[in-house]
């Protein structure tokens, strides 16, 4: 079965220090991973995407994100959080074909303490 | 990157009523859209995808009849909540491909039916 699994529903980190968010998925084809921040009642912004090549995909903001095909992961990280970074994020798999939506993870609520 | 343009942000309604939404990709051209719903806290849930110039394909368990899903141009996809009740009450959300992968998303609408 296709999924997306986010372990850790909520995470609370200082402003300052580094962030990763975790990702797992499982799919049947090639997988095309992305990652979405949401802040609340808005839509969701596209951080970064991984389609192929260097398994490190820098995206906005300072995040990235590490594609392993061995471990079935694509975790996010930053190395410095701001306050501003608090806010619901999203892993999602799909396939780089015309048609075919997106399957989401259910989302890590990060919270950034000062 | 590209735009996806959802109208309106927020709309109350009377139970009973029907409510229109309108997704918008404003400089790219897509012949499939997308539309979730996303519950308080949850993860988005796919609806339906809208197909331009033919009918939309419709998950399993989402009313037909109920949730009307026009693509009358490569541009406009529209969701029309039809009799609504407040069990109707969400958050709606359409994306659509930039080229050929699902990566952006509308601002999303939050319904409320009273």
């Known amino acids: 079965a296709q999924s997306v699994t986010q372990p850790d529903i909520h995470i609370t980190v200082s402003e300052g220090a580094s962030l990763e968010l975790r990702c797992n998925y499982s799919y049947g084809a090639t997988p095309y991973l992305f990652w979405y921040v949401q802040s609340p009642g808005q839509g969701l912004q596209l951080l970064l995407k991984?389609?192929?090549?260097?398994?490190l995909v820098q995206g906005i903001k300072g995040f990235e994100a590490e594609f392993k095909r061995s471990q079935s992961s694509f975790n996010l990280r930053k190395p410095s959080v701001h306050w501003s970074d608090a806010a619901e994020y999203f892993c999602a798999v799909g396939a780089y074909q015309a048609g075919t939506a997106l399957i989401f993870g259910k989302g890590t609520t990060l919270s950034v303490s000062s | 990157g590209a735009v996806v343009s959802q109208h309106p942000s927020w709309v109350i309604c009377k139970s009973g009523t029907s409510v229109k939404i309108e997704c918008r990709s404003l400089?790219?051209?897509?012949?499939?859209m997308f539309w979730y719903r996303q519950f308080p806290k949850q993860s988005l849930m796919l609806m339906a995808t809208s197909n331009e110039g033919s009918k939309a394909t419709y998950e399993q368990g989402v009313e037909k009849d109920k949730f009307l899903i026009n693509h009358a141009s490569l541009t406009l996809s529209t969701l029309t909540v039809t009799s609504a009740h407040p069990e109707d009450s969400s958050f709606y959300i359409c994306?659509?491909?930039?080229?050929?992968?699902?990566?952006?998303f509308g601002q999303g609408t939050r319904l409320t039916v009273v």
């Open positions: 400089d790219f051209q897509a012949t499939t």
């Open positions: 991984y389609f192929s090549g260097d398994t």
């Open positions: 994306s659509a491909p930039d080229r050929d992968t699902e990566a952006f």
